[in-house]
């Protein structure tokens, strides 16, 4: 039987798998500043034992973002945080926002939503 999926709730997996993030996050050189993202109101990583708290949508702690404004996807997920309370705005990335990456490099890379860099990920 497969688990049961509610809008709006986190799953909290025992341990964080490790991810290369060097497969889609950006070059130190890409510069994103003025491609689009959605903040969001602050909310927790779901993954067990993490403190991280996100302002944006986010991968792996990356803001992701989009080229065109109303790109489908960067809309479908607006809507989908909104549904949940989150109170998404589209707004332009800027570098001081935090590390970026590209919906469709994360896409691409299979979606990876959490990585643990420096630490074992199996306790």
């Avoid at 986190?10 to 130190?28: K, P, S, T």
């Avoid at 994103?32 to 991280?52: K, M, Q």
């Avoid at 944006?56 to 949940?84: G, I, S, Y």
């Avoid at 490099?105 to 420096?118: C, L």
Wanted: glycine share 8%; net charge negative.
């Amino acid at each position: 039987m497969e688990p049961e999926i509610r809008l709006g709730t986190a799953v909290a997996h025992e341990h964080a798998e490790e991810v290369d993030e060097d497969l889609w996050q950006d070059d130190e050189g890409s510069d994103r500043a003025g491609w689009s993202c959605v903040r969001t109101d602050p909310f927790p990583c779901p993954a067990y034992g993490c403190s991280f708290v996100a302002d944006f949508m986010t991968a792996a702690h990356l803001v992701l973002v989009w080229e065109e404004r109303d790109d489908p996807n960067l809309l479908w997920h607006a809507q989908r945080a909104k549904e949940v309370g989150r109170n998404p705005r589209i707004v332009a990335y800027e570098t001081s926002f935090g590390p970026s990456a590209s919906y469709y490099a994360w896409e691409a890379a299979g979606r990876p939503v959490h990585g643990v860099r420096g630490r074992a990920a199996r306790g």
